[in-house]
């Protein structure tokens, strides 16, 4: 009879039992390392053959005695399938016999957590790559990417996975930030209503969601990874904050992820008032806060806030981060020692262990009847690698239409002088580099694009068919020409005379032009990938100058991470199609848009700059952050926040409001009419911002509180309304507390935050009113048939 088996009756094992009395009854039995042993993670690799994971090895990484380890335990396993391709079945199998061996080497039998990148799509071979972040949103569609977390943590549950480390809450606030791509734009409530959304699905799936990057990773100083951050208070509270406390409050999240930045000087990995008195004192959260990778190292080796490798694991517990990841560096024996010899307070590691345990008993990981064999597997968990392998599907039907969904759903018609939809055109030449390559639908957190490509000789996994092959499909009737004219970053200009002379000859140009994702300056975006200015990478522009300069009719097609300057093309090109990293749908969404058979209706997450130096700006700019008389730099955009155009006529309306005034603690309904006048169905989105004129403390001129996708059939009429209670009136005031100021505001209808197509001024009447974390976020949205 093993350990295990003897301690199958013990208190910690009675479901029964209140889950916080089994956690004290565990850790009243563990010692001091055993406890340590569950903050940790190990950085693994699932194996191919199905044998047991293997230790990955990272630049910062020491060698892992896993045999020395395991006797202890082990909090968590780190990305057993995100760290080298293996087949998904082998993979849960190795994935499964680590399980047994971790739970038979420790006398508690606890197994640990196996967490996985999921930020665009599970992060293995063969697994969906679904549109990135940032095309989420363009579509301003929460509930599709709801369904899209949920069948993303389904996918994850089959094989074994139990915690994601996404979304991205983290609001742009430069372009220039390489992870731009993993954001879902530049609004605080856009990116707080999509990515509660997501994290409902994946949550719901029984998966551990992980709120990142908190708190200011995207306000870096020129947009430089890891750089520091020096934002006011009121930024913090009224920008970078709210997308963090509105997905606590309402998804259900059970994990927060720290920071690699510091905070006006303090490392957010040792912020005890940003993890703990904030995070858990004022807004209540109770899961677990893991560190980014090597986070709590870099307290040492990056911001030398901390002397040895045990100060950094004392500082990060006592700010409030519960374990250390990827793998253990600072809270391994040493910290074990300073605990047992009183120089590190056992109740740090008390705390923190508590949260773990407690995630773990909810996950059913402390029951009787756990068991390691995942969804995947069941009934063959004594099958050999070979009998399995090939029968997991991660990419099916199903997952395939949504990311289809999503895609055409995010593609922005930026501009359209007519061209589109594109009829009986008998020759396109399709010039750039975008164009021919399989990874230009990929962002840096997908599979192919993070792991893939350190592996050319095995196939990508999954179909990714180019804009060329796309474009070949839906128009079979037309003669296709390719140049590439230029490399993504490369700066050739040699293919310049023949993408002129292709041009020229052609009827129609699409000219693809982007993004290479990649890692620490391995791409033009993504993480690490940081740039200087918003000019296209390499030759790009100089490109676009040439064919523009061809005369021929030119539908600029940008597959890209972030947006960028687009030079002439705003005035010249005769249309600009923005897609961001659309996934492996992506470039048979661009074809649909291009052909007619999908109507265009996503919106701009992210402005669209004139001036490709004019950085750092984003819509959410206050009177003197605009163009004005006393700076001669325009910092304003060649196309808006919010902006996107459709095959439909969208006629807007009658816009009213039943009330001219209210209290501080009231609410108000504006209305406004919107028809479909065109002869196709469509969509509109309507957007409705805050315009405050008269503040206490400088405000943006325009600020998104709510908005509404609305389908319309040909010839339909709706009225859309917003139920606006005050609260979302509220800024930080000059005492720094949260207010609700008496005075008028004025509420606008906006096709994008540049195009206000009707307003209404409501007064606001009484008393200044304070309002805290329990304010309300939201505006009731209502849409009825035009009566």
């Known amino acids: 009879m093993t350990v295990n088996e003897i301690q199958l009756d013990a208190p910690w094992r009675d479901t029964t039992r209140p889950v916080d009395e089994r956690v004290d009854a565990l850790m009243a039995a563990m010692t001091t390392a055993e406890k340590v042993a569950q903050l940790y993670g190990v950085w693994v690799g699932a194996s191919d053959d199905g044998e047991d994971v293997a230790p990955h090895q990272h630049d910062l990484s020491e060698d892992v005695d896993l045999d020395a380890l395991l006797p202890d335990g082990l909090g968590q396993l780190t990305r057993p399938f995100g760290s080298a391709p293996v087949d998904p079945a082998a993979g849960a199998l190795s994935l499964m016999r680590a399980q047994q061996r971790i739970v038979g080497a420790n006398r508690f039998g606890i197994p640990a957590v196996a967490h996985e990148e999921c930020l665009a799509g599970f992060a293995t071979w063969g697994a969906t790559a679904y549109p990135v972040p940032l095309s989420w949103g363009a ?66 799936a ?18 430089r990874n890891l750089a520091p951050v020096s934002v006011g208070p009121r930024e913090l509270a009224d920008v970078l904050l709210p997308p963090f406390e509105m997905a606590l409050r309402e998804s259900g999240v059970r994990s927060v992820m720290n920071s690699y930045t510091d905070l006006d000087g303090v490392p957010t990995a040792a912020d005890r008032a940003l993890l703990t008195g904030l995070l858990r004192d004022t807004w209540g959260f109770e899961g677990t806060v893991v560190a980014d990778y090597f986070s709590i190292a870099f307290l040492r080796e990056l911001h030398g806030t901390s002397e040895t490798w045990t100060d950094a694991a004392r500082d990060a517990l006592t700010a409030g981060i519960d374990v250390e990841l990827p793998t253990v560096k600072t809270f391994g024996a040493d910290l074990v020692r300073a605990v047992d010899d009183g120089t590190v307070d056992p109740g740090l590691i008390d705390r923190a262990l508590r949260r773990v345990l407690r995630q773990k008993a909810e996950l059913g990981m402390l029951d009787p009847d756990w068991s390691p064999v995942p969804e995947a597997l069941r009934g063959r968990a004594e099958a050999s690698v070979d009998e399995v392998r090939g029968t997991v599907d991660l990419d099916p039907a199903g997952n395939r239409a949504i990311a289809r969904r999503i895609a055409e759903q995010a593609v922005v018609l930026v501009k359209n002088d007519g061209v589109l939809p594109v009829a009986n055109v008998a020759r396109i030449a399709v010039i750039g580099p975008t164009a021919d390559d399989p990874y230009a639908v990929l962002g840096c957190y997908s599979f192919p694009a993070h792991v893939g490509v350190r592996h050319p000789e095995l196939p990508i996994g999954i ?51 982007g993004d290479r994702a990649g890692l620490f300056g391995r791409g033009t975006s993504g993480e690490g990938c940081d740039v200087a200015d918003l000019t296209l990478p390499g030759a790009q522009q100089q490109l676009m100058d040439e064919v523009l300069g061809t005369g021929t009719p030119t539908v600029v097609t940008l597959l890209s991470g972030r947006p960028y300057a687009l030079g002439s093309a705003p005035d010249d090109a005769a249309a600009i199609v923005q897609t961001f990293f659309a996934g492996e749908e992506g470039t048979r969404a661009i074809a649909g848009v291009l052909s007619g058979r999908v109507n265009p209706s996503g919106r701009l997450p992210v402005s669209i700059p004139r001036d490709p130096g004019a950085q750092p700006s984003t819509y959410l700019a206050a009177t003197l952050a605009r163009r004005n008389d006393v700076s001669n730099i325009d910092p304003g955009p060649a196309f808006a926040f919010g902006h996107g155009l459709g095959y439909s006529l969208a006629v807007w309306s009658d816009a009213s409001a039943d009330a001219d005034e209210i209290p501080s603690d009231g609410a108000v309904t504006v209305s406004i009419h919107v028809g479909n006048a065109g002869d196709r169905a469509g969509v509109e989105v309507v957007q409705l911002y805050l315009h405050d004129p008269v503040a206490s403390t400088v405000r943006p001129v325009q600020r998104l509180i709510a908005y509404a996708r609305v389908p319309l059939a040909a010839g339909e009429r ?50 200044p009113r304070y309002v805290d974390h329990t304010r309300a976020l939201h505006a009731v949205v209502s849409v009825t048939p035009d009566a």
């Open 463 to 513: 179909a990714l068919p180019t804009l060329r092959d796309s474009l070949a499909e839906e128009f079979p009737g037309a003669e296709i020409d390719w140049v590439r004219g230029t490399s993504i970053d490369g700066g050739e200009t040699e293919g310049f005379e023949a993408a002129r002379a292709a041009a020229s000859g052609a009827d129609l140009v699409v000219l693809a032009l």
């Open 206 to 223: 029984g998966v551990i969601a992980t709120l990142k990057h908190f708190v200011g990773y995207s306000a870096s100083k020129a947009g």
């Open 718 to 767: 709706v009225r859309v309304s917003f139920r606006v209670p005050a609260d979302l009136f509220s800024f930080t005031g000059v005492d720094g507390r949260r207010v609700v100021e008496t005075g008028d505001v004025v509420l606008g209808f906006g096709r994008s935050s540049a195009d206000i197509v009707a307003a209404r001024t409501v007064r606001i009447t009484g008393r």
């Open 139 to 204: 579509t301003f569609d929460p509930d599709i990417v709801r369904e899209m977390g949920g069948r993303i943590g389904s996918d994850m549950r089959s094989v074994g996975v139990h915690q994601g480390l996404a979304p991205v809450l983290d609001v742009v606030r430069d372009a220039r930030w390489g992870r731009v791509e993993e954001t879902i734009g530049e609004d605080p409530y856009l990116v707080g209503t999509v990515a509660t959304a997501y994290i409902q699905g994946v949550e719901r």
